[in-house]
């Protein structure tokens, strides 16, 4: 089962005082890079993976989606989701995304925000998505880049027997990854980059864009803090077909 932090009062509380979540997508500002990769909307039967507050669901819907879902392991995101949402024609439902069953051949498209790194079992999640979706349909998500969830200290660590050895979290050595984020010991999955294009490869989705986000000029001049951000990628945006 994968860890289910969003439920945790201290982390729920910090989350919820976050820009994005505060403002939706539009406080979110990698938002415009992952719109330009979406389809047009009109008439699709969408999936939301990881739906939080469910601002993408109500978003699509406003789109013209026919038919839109999310899935979340959170009951407490899910409550928020509910209730900022005005219409009806929406369903959250809870679910695990490391154990989901997803029903064949049902979807336009799937979307995911910063979920995908809290799964242990990729490729059977990626497996059951590319069933879930009809031929031709999309698979648009974003995850932590990896470069940034793997990070090194510098220089070499030094053993017992006074050997130098690889840092312990070189980007190299994929797995877990326990962080202090908004609550102590959030679990995290890092893969390498080619872990995760290979990944989806294999499970027979095209690749059709590939973004390691940074912010633009104009972000930064309206958000100085997103500085660092042009240090390493911070996000990695990915758009594939089935």
Known sequence: MAQNIYDDPGFFHGYSQLRRSQEGLAGAPEWPALRAMLPALRGLRVLDLGCGYGWFCRWAREQGARQVQGLDVSARMLERARQLTSTGDIVYTQADLETVELPHARFDLVYSSLAFHYIE????????????????????????????????????????????????????????????????????????????????????????????WGPSAAQLAAQPELAEERERPMMLLVSARR
Not at 194 to 212: K, Q, Y
Request: charged share 20%.
């Open 121 to 212: 079992d990729l490729p059977r999640l990626l497996a059951k998505v590319h069933g879930a979706l009809v031929p031709g349909a999309a698979l648009v998500f974003s995850i932590e880049h990896p470069i940034y969830m793997a990070p090194s200290h510098p220089g070499w660590r030094v053993d017992e027997r006074g050997q130098k050895t690889w840092p312990l979290h070189a980007y190299q050595v994929e797995g877990p990854r326990t962080t202090d984020w908004l609550a102590k010991g959030v679990l995290k999955y890092h893969r390498t980059l080619g872990t995760v294009l290979n990944a989806l490869i294999h499970t027979g989705f095209d690749l059709r864009h590939v973004d390691e």
